[in-house]
């Protein structure tokens, strides 16, 4: 049979990854970004010396501010795509979802990465943080101690190196000198790499619920629809599928503004992988509240009643829709819905930490409003995030497309990068040794 | 060793449900209740016997050499409660027309609880309860500012120093160098009409109950607060008026810290659940990257581009 079929040429097939190529990284847009993140460099420089009391609007009532709160303990959820897909795609064996592995890689690195500025430029002892290496001042029960080893750890070991593979494959094309690095490492890589990735789906999960526990030493100061026993448990999960929502709506983003073809069996296959996880998380959530016997605080809260109905129904709505293939085919209805879906689950994984929580007083009312300057150094994060997100994919192998695309970049290269022809890029078949 | 996808869930099942019946069993038995220190101390401060001079404020600022409080009124040395310079305060409670309560003075200061929360949420221990005294006291060197200890306090007593770049938590540590050489607090040693008073807590205990005997209808309640709030604090306090006016919070006694993260405990304990999950994932993913290994390595053959992991 003829395989170029008139379907076979319309049905995309995600099979590489392929820099974004003839798109300049510095633009108007970037600039803006970047200059949000620098101008917050300048004012954590400020924080540092004039300390946390004229820098933010936090007090001794409410002793942790958007930092924590915010760049942490919510936008971290939107970086755990990477342990939900991976363990679909590795162990349940969903093989496609490989395709969409490294973007979810960066995305979770990248934000983590930030996260950890954050809390570094929050915690006002920073140098004693060498604690962490005496064990004898450990305190094991702490989810703060949990906290602080687990994600260090997993940014820094195994998220670090399941992101070393574009960056080898870069060097190999376009460096080189480094070819004999990447012979040498490329084997070690994939004798160590089932450890590592093991490890690497393993920390989010006691970190992401340890986020969760956190909250529960504040015992009843949290309105009761939100704290629960169940909360490290809630946590994990909803970080699982806002990850997954968050992977689909920047992958989206990503074809629809550099005018690559999408994969839909793939943007099925995780969509299905994030039903599976919504609706179970929903059914617990209900049930956790019945049992504790709060069901009627869901209609009599006052303004967290309304907060709670937002959060269940900004996610179980789209996810409702999601299951319909007219929503899933359409890449704006996919895109909204999904990100209706991250700002349910961001509201919940915020909700516990600020709405929620209320300190017991009397008399004196703390009051928290995040000051301008504590904005601009949250925002300064998310934008550092988003400029290197928008370098890595410029420079290196990341987003998903098919393999006509990588032989169109190849000769873009060769065109336009005479330097390129001199390293003997695409002469050589690009035929890596070690894998004779 | 050849597992596949429904041993997998099999496994699973089995592990989540013994999770389960493990945390069933462990929930329906006795709750555990913490113990203070056997040779505890104690202060019991009797609202109804306090005539607000604040001298307790005084001596406790002359005692651990803190700066005088004077930024709400330059004057006077008048905080409006516990901040970075004040470990210790007297508050007044006005009676609103129509609640029936008399006007009392309350004293604010460190509760040192028997199972005290700022010390389960602090990561290094900083916040430490000493074995001897109960005594719950800051260490600076192993302080690393995250203000965990602040949120998790049901009674705010953990204040922090927030002008500064190197902060400091800022607490009642119930006088402990006094206490080392044999003296008591500054604030019970000065106290005119013996308000509050310094001792032992189970013997405290019992004077506080002897009073309540006394005056059966003079105290709230007739009860002590401190004996099972959040499972006792050493601190102990008797009142005329609703214990919730003077901004002590109404805990039960199962709310402690140790209650609060059993579930924690039981899930990680040995480390064994985060271990075998471990364990459990790299023997299919070796399976699993052997043939996706096999798969790239066709790939790259058939069209000469670097395998991509």
Not at chain 1, 76 to 99: D, E, V
Not at chain 1, 185 to 206: G, H, N, S, W
């Amino acid at each position: 049979m003829n395989s170029h079929t008139q379907s076979d040429l319309t049905v995309v097939r995600w099979q590489r990854g392929v820099p974004v190529f003839g798109v300049p990284i510095v633009n108007k847009n970037f600039l803006f970004l970047a200059s949000i993140a620098i101008a917050g460099s300048a004012l954590v420089i400020y924080r540092e010396v004039a300390g946390l009391g004229a820098a933010t609007g936090l007090s001794d009532g409410f002793p942790w501010g958007i930092w924590k709160t915010f760049n942490v303990m919510t936008l971290t959820a939107l970086g755990s795509g990477s342990f939900p897909i991976g363990i679909a795609a590795w162990i349940f064996r969903k093989r496609r979802l490989h395709a969409v592995m490294r973007v979810t890689l960066l995305i979770s690195f990248l934000v983590y990465f930030t996260g950890l500025l954050a809390i570094a430029v929050d915690v006002s002892r920073p140098w004693n943080v060498y604690n962490l290496l005496s064990v004898y001042r450990w305190n094991t029960i702490s989810p703060m101690w949990e906290v602080l080893w687990c994600m260090p750890l997993y940014c820094l070991f195994p998220l670090f190196l399941e992101n070393t593979p574009p960056v080898l494959e870069q060097w190999w094309y376009f460096f080189p000198p480094g070819r004999g690095l990447v012979v040498w490492l490329v084997p070690i890589i994939r004798k160590t790499y089932p450890y590592v990735v093991a490890l690497a789906y393993t920390l989010p999960i006691l970190h992401q619920s340890a986020l969760g526990a956190l909250m529960l030493l504040t015992g009843n100061q949290v309105f009761p629809l939100w704290q629960t026993p169940m909360l490290p448990l809630l946590y994990v999960w909803a970080a699982a599928f806002i990850g997954v929502a968050t992977t689909i709506c920047s992958v989206l983003l990503c074809c629809l503004t550099w005018k690559r073809p999408i994969d839909q069996s793939i943007m099925d296959e995780l969509v299905q992988l994030m039903s599976w996880l919504i609706f179970p998380w929903l059914a617990l959530r209900l049930l956790d509240i019945a049992v504790r016997g709060r069901f009627t605080l869901m209609f009599t809260g006052g303004w967290l009643s309304v907060i709670f109905w937002l959060e269940m129904l900004s996610i179980f709505v789209p996810a409702f829709y999601l299951r319909r293939q007219k929503y899933r085919h359409h890449p704006y209805l996919l895109f909204r819905n999904c990100l209706l879906i991250v700002a349910g689950g961001m509201l919940y994984r915020f909700s516990p930490t600020t709405f929620a929580y209320r300190p017991w007083r009397v008399g004196i009312v703390a009051y928290y409003t995040p000051t301008v300057i504590e904005i601009i150094i949250s925002l300064s994060f998310i934008c550092t995030c988003i400029c290197l997100f928008l370098i890595a994919v410029k420079r290196l192998p990341i987003l998903p497309a098919p393999l006509q695309q990588w032989y169109e970049s190849e000769s873009y290269y060769r065109n336009f990068y005479p330097y390129i022809q001199m390293s003997g890029y695409g002469k050589d078949q690009h035929r890596p040794s070690y894998a004779d | 060793m050849n597992v596949t996808r429904r041993d997998l869930l099999k496994i699973g099942t089995l592990g989540g449900a013994g999770v389960a019946v493990g945390g069933a069993i462990g929930s329906s038995a006795q709750e555990e209740v913490p113990t203070p220190p056997r040779n505890a101390v104690g202060m019991l401060y009797d609202s109804t016997k306090c005539i607000g001079c604040k001298s307790c404020v005084v001596a406790c600022a002359d005692a651990n050499g803190l700066q005088p409080d004077t930024r709400v009124d330059s004057l006077h040395q008048a905080p409006n409660d516990l901040n970075s310079f004040t470990k210790n305060i007297i508050k007044l409670y006005k009676p609103k027309y129509g609640d029936g309560a008399t006007f009392a003075f309350v004293k604010r200061q460190c509760m040192h609880c028997v199972d005290p929360f700022c010390v389960a949420a602090c990561p290094f221990h900083a916040l430490e309860k000493d074995k001897v005294t109960g005594v719950v006291s800051w260490t600076p060197d192993k302080c690393i500012g995250c203000r965990y200890c602040q949120l998790a306090c049901p009674y705010q007593i953990p204040k922090f120093d927030w002008d500064s770049f190197n902060a400091k938590i800022v607490k009642c540590e119930f006088c402990k160098e006094r206490l080392a050489a044999g003296k008591e607090p500054a604030c019970t040693y000065v106290c005119p009409p013996k308000a509050v008073i310094f001792g032992r807590r189970d013997l405290l205990l019992r004077e506080a109950h002897r009073r309540i005997q006394e005056h059966p209808d003079k105290y709230f309640e007739n009860r002590v607060y401190g004996e099972r709030e959040a499972g006792g604090t050493q601190v102990l306090y008797l009142s005329a008026v609703n214990f919730d006016l003077l901004g002590l919070p109404h805990l039960s006694s199962t709310e402690h810290p140790s209650n609060w993260l059993r579930w924690e405990e039981r899930v990680l304990k040995f480390f064994a659940l985060p271990v075998g999950i471990y364990v459990g994932m790299v023997t299919f993913l070796k399976q699993n990257f052997r043939e996706h290994e096999a798969e790239m390595d066709e790939e790259h053959k058939k069209t000469g581009l670097m395998p991509q992991l």
